[in-house]
């Protein structure tokens, strides 16, 4: 096996694995709250990636060269953003639903879905839209020392791993150690026990959704400076991609998430690069099925047990 092939597909799929991770969590965190599937959820991710051009454009304008000055002004107010998007979803698709059957608020997620994305091709325009490179340079790692050849990641691959394991660590330890996710987890196992606490379950259900859109918009962010091109349909697959994800490493898992995200996109990384590029979409809803018969509560998902 080329050292050097197999070098640059693990960066690659690294890379790619941690962007399905950054969206899966939206997946897995409304799941985890309400039970439900966020299907408008990878059109957030698509919003996000038009609010960077936007927003990259607006600074140009006012004259704003600083990088560090643009990058982050970028991220805050894209995040916010989308994240109020993110809110909108869940007062209009979810929250008038939540009280009936469950398949009321998966039709009405679907439409939120279409919506948006017409919204957008509206807008935007039908055609691919792209943003200027900002963030050059690269990593050279010896692979071969004999024909010198190099396993190559570029400053901002590494920043997406590098964030993606961060935002993931950060998100982990606020549902884990704070008020904020105490009151997170006691809604996701009582609703009902939780409003008699005192904790407002209407609006942690919203913060749900706000957090979610805000890791998404992080992925937007990442991806959108990183490939330089995307269109109004670009939140469809990935979008079905980082569902993928999140049921491969056990839906309503926040590192499981990750974990699945990491594994798809290496799965998909060494099938392109030793197998076939045309039929890695194939190959990664294939584990999907598989995992879906033979594993149906994914990596580190717990088995729901029935109450009887």
């Known amino acids: ?11 690659n799929g690294l890379v790619l ?34 609010l960077t051009a936007i927003f990259l454009a607006l600074f140009t304008a006012l004259g704003i060269h600083s990088l560090p000055v643009v990058l982050l002004g970028v991220l805050v107010l894209t995040v916010l953003f989308t994240a109020l998007y993110g809110w909108s979803v869940e007062r209009i698709a979810y929250r008038p639903l939540r009280h009936s059957n469950r398949l009321a608020p998966l039709i009405s997620a679907i439409g939120m879905s279409l919506i948006l994305q017409n919204y957008i091709r509206i807008s935007q325009g039908a055609r691919n839209q792209g943003v200027p490179p900002l963030l050059e340079g690269v990593f050279r790692i010896p692979a071969e020392s004999l024909d010198h050849r190099f396993i190559q990641i ?53 913060l749900v959704f706000v957090m979610g859109a805000s890791m998404a918009a992080v992925a937007g962010i990442l991806v959108t400076l990183n490939y330089g091109s995307f269109d109004f349909y670009v939140g469809f697959l990935m979008g079905i991609k980082a569902f993928t994800a999140a049921v491969l490493g056990g839906i309503g898992s926040l590192p499981g998430a990750m974990l699945g995200g990491v594994v798809l996109g290496l799965a998909e990384s060494f099938f392109a690069g030793f197998v076939n590029s045309d039929y890695k979409d194939v190959f990664a809803f294939s584990l999907l099925i598989l995992f879906l018969i033979f594993r149906p509560s994914g990596f580190l998902g717990v088995p729901e047990v029935e109450k009887v």
Do not use: K, P
């Open 17 to 50: 694995g941690s962007t399905y991770g950054l969206i899966a969590v939206g997946y897995t965190m409304v799941y985890g709250i309400i039970g439900m599937i966020n299907f408008a959820h990878g059109e957030i991710y698509m919003i996000s990636a038009y």
């Open 154 to 206: 570029t400053y901002l691959q590494s920043l997406i791993v590098v964030v993606a394991f961060a935002s993931m660590a950060l998100l982990t330890w606020i549902i884990q150690r704070t008020a904020l996710g105490r009151a997170c987890r006691a809604t996701q196992q009582d609703r009902v026990m939780a409003n008699l606490l005192g904790i407002h379950t209407d609006r942690i259900i919203s």
């Open 1 to 11: 096996m080329d050292i050097y092939i197999f070098g640059q597909q693990w960066v």
